[in-house]
């Protein structure tokens, strides 16, 4: 029973970690990301620049 359970769970996991980089993928063909400078709030307003 606890291996049906733990391969239970990583199917779960494997499938979060799926969708998430298809999501960065999808982020970065939109052009939404952005190299951080170390400076959040300049790196911030650059963002809302460009989403404008």
Same mark, same amino acid.
């Given at each position: 029973?606890? #291996?049906? $359970? @733990? &391969? !239970? !769970? %990583?199917?779960? &996991?494997? =499938? ?11 982020? =970065? ?10 400076? $959040? !709030?300049? #790196?911030?307003?650059?963002? @809302?620049? @460009?989403? %404008?």
């Amino acid at each position: 029973m606890r #291996d049906i $359970l @733990r &391969e !239970k !769970k %990583q199917r779960i &996991e494997a =499938a979060e970690l799926h969708t998430g980089i298809l999501e960065g993928y999808q982020d =970065a063909i939109a052009d939404r990301i952005t190299t951080f400078s170390g400076n $959040l !709030k300049a #790196d911030m307003a650059q963002f @809302r620049k @460009r989403c %404008q």
